[in-house]
T-cell receptor, first 112, second 114 residues
Framework: QKEVEQDPGPLSVPEGAIVSLNCTYS??????FMWYRQYSRKGPELLMY????GNKEDGRFTAQVDKSSKYISLFIRDSQPSDSATYLC????????????FGTGTRLLVSP | NAGVTQTPKFQVLKTGQSMTLQCAQD?????MYWYRQDPGMGLRLIYY???????DKGEVPNGYNVSRLNKREFSLRLESAAPSQTSVYFC?????????????FGPGTRLLVL
């Protein structure tokens, strides 16, 4: 079993929909949780960085962490075709990026 | 600002050949990283450098060496390439300022080892 599980998709939604992307994990010591967006043939881009449980909002993006269930989510409101990309979750026991464990990514397709 | 740059963009090697992947950042970041990305495996850390003059192994360091030439540049060397090293390689840099963690990736190098 992988430490971090992520459905590969693709997840297809119409423009304007609310998107929910999710990851589950098995290591209860993870405290730092990240979401990255990766466009085709590009490098990942850090979207959200959160610590412990709770919600964090940034524009149309909301990251949610439920440590009791070992489950994290990224919500995208009013989705746009430009949101079409692969979304990677990542998590770590310590602050910083040197011990990140990545999910394999979920491909999102937003149709006009 | 160019951000994080990587060269080359694409390379084909024969088994046993060597090559160096170059990475540079112009954001004055202390930390730099080399990852590989394979289908179904996610991103995996090969080596990282917390600051100029230091390097540490990541999850998959075997078959690779790195050099942190100065604060800007961090290179990855394959001494004797193997087909298992066929992958997309990403360099990244990061900083921590005022409690805010940021990380930036380069565009990647696609490596095919025959």
């Amino acid at each position: 079993q992988k430490e971090v599980e992520q459905d590969p998709g693709p997840l297809s939604v119409p423009e304007g929909a609310i998107v929910s992307l999710n990851c589950t994990y098995s290591n209860s010591a993870f405290q730092y949780f990240m979401w990255y967006r990766q466009y085709s043939r590009k490098g990942p881009e850090l979207l959200m960085y959160t610590y412990s449980s709770g919600n964090k909002e940034d524009g149309r993006f909301t990251a949610q962490v439920d440590k009791s269930s070992k489950y994290i989510s990224l919500f995208i409101r009013d989705s746009q075709p430009s949101d079409s990309a692969t979304y990677l979750c990542a998590m770590s026991e310590i602050i910083g990026f040197q011990k990140l464990v990545f999910g394999t990514g979920t491909r999102l397709l937003v149709s006009p | 600002n160019a951000g994080v740059t990587q060269t080359p963009k694409f390379q084909v090697l024969k088994t046993g050949q060597s090559m160096t992947l170059q990475c540079a950042q112009d954001m004055n970041h202390n930390s730099m990283y080399w990852y590989r990305q394979d289908p179904g495996m996610g991103l995996r850390l090969i080596y990282y450098s917390a600051s100029e003059g230091t390097t540490d192994k990541g999850e998959v360091p075997n078959g690779y060496n790195v050099s942190r030439l100065n604060k800007r540049e961090f290179s990855l060397r394959l001494e004797s390439a193997a087909p298992s090293q066929t992958s997309v390689y990403f360099c990244a840099s990061s900083s921590r300022s005022g409690g805010l963690e940021t990380q930036y990736f380069g565009p990647g190098t696609r490596l095919l080892v025959l």
